[in-house]
């Protein structure tokens, strides 16, 4: 009997999922007002953890910038956050009161996107980091 019990526990438990933590900062490594890490790459499933490190700080999805089918997020301001992103694709990210301070980032999910679109309102500090994140993830 306990030979079976085992092999049964091992085919119920679920496939494990990693936790990464993001720190929104007012001044980071890379400058004012960032994410860090500004660019993560995650398995379907992982969670994503922003933490307001700095206050005055939330995450938000950016309109266009999420896959086919994902559902949309925003944060409160100086609130602790998790969201499990299941979605294969990339994830624009924003700070809402500093996105036009360039506080963005990039989620990929999956395997790698081809090519990411960002949209033409996009603030011009915002677009340039963007432009920065993704020429160091290649």
């Keep these: 009997m306990k030979s079976l019990i085992l092999p049964l526990l ?28 500004a660019y993560l790459r995650l398995a ?8 307001p490190t700095q ?10 910038m999420i896959p086919d089918g994902a559902t949309p997020f925003k944060s409160k301001i ?11 694709g990339a994830y624009g990210i924003k700070c809402s009161p500093h996105v036009a301070m360039g506080m963005v980032m990039l989620i990929e999910v999956g395997e790698s ?9 996009l603030p011009a500090k915002a677009a340039a980091r963007f432009e920065k994140i993704l020429a160091e993830r290649e």
């Design 113 to 121: 996107s081809a090519k990411v679109a960002l949209p033409e309102d």
């Design 55 to 64: 206050p005055s700080h939330n995450a938000a999805t950016i309109d266009g």
């Design 78 to 88: 100086n609130q602790p956050f998790e969201v499990t992103l299941t979605a294969p």
């Design 10 to 37: 091992l085919l119920a438990t679920p496939a494990l999922s990693d936790t990464h933590e993001v720190h929104m900062l007012n001044r980071g490594q890379s400058g004012p007002m960032v994410y860090e890490p």
């Design 44 to 51: 379907p499933g992982d969670t994503v953890r922003f933490m």
